[in-house]
C-alpha cells in the first residue's frame, strides 16, 4: 500500500494508496481537493475528507481503480464508492457527487400534514360504547 499523502490545504483532505508521480494522479489528487474545497462553502465544519484508491490489474498494461471516499461532518458522514479504468473518470465521477450534495437541500424540517377537518370532527363526535 503507499503512504498517505496530505493534500496541503486548510481542511484535512487524505488521499491513500495513490501513485504521486503519475500525472493523472496528480490531476485527480487537485480535482479532489477542488472539490472538498468548494463543498466546504456550503459545510464549513467538515472534520475531514479521505480517499482511498485501491488499484487492480490483471493485465500488466491496464488497471481497475476503485476509490472509496469518506467525508465527516459534525453531524453525519457521507460515503462514495466510485471504480473505473481511468482514475482521472472515476474523481471526475466523485466530483459530480461531491456537487450534488451542495445542491440538494439541507436538512430541512418535515412538513406536518394535518388530518382533513372532517375526520377530526368525526374524531371528536364519536359515540361513546
Known sequence: MQPTTEVSTSLPVYIVGLDDQDIESSLAKTRFQRSIESLSHVYPEI???????????KEKA??????????????HQVEFIEEG?????????????????MTKPR???SRRRFP???????????PIA
Not at 64 to 75: A, D, F, G, Q, T
Open 62 to 75: 491496464r488497471k481497475h481503480y476503485e476509490v472509496h471516499v469518506l467525508i465527516r461532518m459534525p453531524k
Open 85 to 101: 479504468w481511468s482514475i482521472e473518470e472515476v474523481f471526475e465521477n466523485i466530483g459530480s457527487k461531491i456537487k450534488r450534495l
Open 47 to 57: 472534520g475531514e475528507a479521505r480517499a482511498t484508491v485501491k488499484t487492480f490489474s
Open 107 to 109: 436538512d430541512s424540517p
Open 116 to 126: 382533513a377537518r372532517a375526520v377530526t370532527a368525526a374524531a371528536r363526535f364519536q
